[in-house]
C-alpha cells in the first residue's frame, strides 16, 4: 500500500479498497478518525474509490451485454483491456465460442502477440489466434449441464453470470400465436414503489409503468416487459404478464421471440415475482 499523509496520521488503500489509517507509530486503526475526514488524502482516496467501483460495474455491464447480445469481440480489443484488473475480473473463466457457435474453451488471457489463452474442453491450456470470439448466452450452449459440471471440476469463478446463469427454454406445449405469457402474473406487493424498487435494483429499467429490458439478437430488437403499475406509489399492486414487443411496442407472438430474448424476459419476469409478499407475510428471497 501507499501510504500519504493527513493531518497526524497516514491513509491508504487496502487490497480490498476500502481507506484504512494508521497513527503516528504505525499502528493500523480500526477506521478513519472522523477529525481528517476531509482532509485531501482522504477524500481523494473515498473518491477514487467509488470511481473503481462505478469502473467494475461498467466492465461487468458491458461483457453482460456481449454475452445477452452474442456480440463479436475483437481479439485486439481483449488483448487492450486484459491487463485492467477489472476487466480482467469480468473477462475471466467465461465460455467462449468461434464464429461457428463452436465451444473453444475458458478465457485465461489475452495478449497482441500470444494471442487468445484458453482452457479447452480436455482440460489443455491452449492459445489461438482468432480475429474474434464471442461469449455465447448460456441458453445457445448445447452442452450447457456439461460445461457447468467441467466448470465446477476446474474450480472457476465467473465474474460474470453465464454458466450458472438462470435460463429458460420455451416448451413446447406453448402456444405460438400467443402474446402474452402469465407463469409470474399475479405477484402482489403492498406497495408500488416496492416493485418498482425491486426491479430497478435488479437492473430492469421502468417505463410506463412497466419493466423493460431490451435484447439485440440476430440484429433485431426486442423488448421484454412486465406490467408493474402507473399509480400512487404507496398502493398495492401486482406483477402483471410478461409480453415482448418491436422497440416501436409492437407485441410480438411468442412464436417468433428468439430464446435469448425469451430466457432473459423470463428470468426478469421470475425475479420480480420472487419478491412478491407471501401467505405468511414474509418475503420471497
Not at 503516528?24 to 467509488?50: N, Y
Not at 453465464?162 to 406445449?173: I, K, N
Request: net charge negative; with cysteine.
Amino acid at each position: 500500500m501507499g501510504w500519504m499523509t493527513a493531518g497526524d496520521y497516514e491513509v491508504a488503500l487496502d487490497e480490498t479498497g476500502k481507506v484504512v489509517c494508521r497513527n503516528g507509530k504505525g499502528r493500523l486503526l480500526k477506521s478513519v478518525p472522523p477529525k481528517i475526514a476531509d482532509e485531501p488524502a482522504v477524500v481523494g482516496l473515498r473518491q477514487l474509490t467509488e470511481w473503481l467501483e462505478r469502473h467494475e460495474r461498467d466492465c461487468r455491464d458491458q461483457v453482460e451485454n456481449w454475452m445477452t447480445r452474442s456480440l463479436p469481440v475483437p481479439a485486439a480489443v481483449l488483448a487492450r483491456v486484459w491487463p485492467d484488473p477489472a476487466w480482467r475480473a469480468a473477462l475471466q473463466d467465461l465460455v467462449v465460442t468461434g464464429d461457428d457457435g463452436t465451444v473453444a474453451g475458458f478465457l485465461r488471457d489475452a495478449d497482441d502477440e500470444r494471442g487468445i489463452g484458453l482452457v479447452d474442453l480436455d482440460g489443455d491450456t491452449v492459445r489461438v489466434s482468432p480475429a474474434q470470439i464471442r461469449i455465447p448466452h448460456p441458453v445457445l450452449l448445447e452442452d450447457l449441464d456439461e460445461l457447468r459440471e467441467f466448470a465446477v471440476e476446474l474450480g472457476v469463478e465467473q465474474g460474470v453470470q453465464q454458466l450458472f446463469r438462470e435460463t429458460y427454454v420455451r416448451g413446447a406445449d406453448r402456444d405460438l400465436s400467443a402474446k402474452a405469457v402469465d407463469d409470474y402474473e399475479g405477484g402482489t406487493f403492498k406497495e408500488l414503489r416496492f416493485l418498482v424498487g425491486r426491479a430497478t435494483s435488479l437492473g430492469y429499467r421502468v417505463r410506463g409503468g412497466q419493466a423493460v429490458l431490451p435484447v439485440l439478437e440476430a440484429g433485431r430488437g426486442v423488448e421484454a416487459r412486465v406490467w408493474v403499475g402507473d399509480y400512487d406509489g404507496y398502493e398495492e399492486t401486482e406483477t402483471g404478464p410478461l409480453t415482448w414487443t418491436t422497440p416501436h411496442g409492437a407485441a410480438l407472438p411468442l412464436g417468433e421471440v428468439g430464446p435469448v430474448a425469451w430466457s432473459e424476459g423470463m428470468r426478469m419476469a421470475a425475479a420480480l415475482y420472487a419478491g412478491r409478499v407471501l401467505e405468511d407475510t414474509e418475503q420471497a428471497a
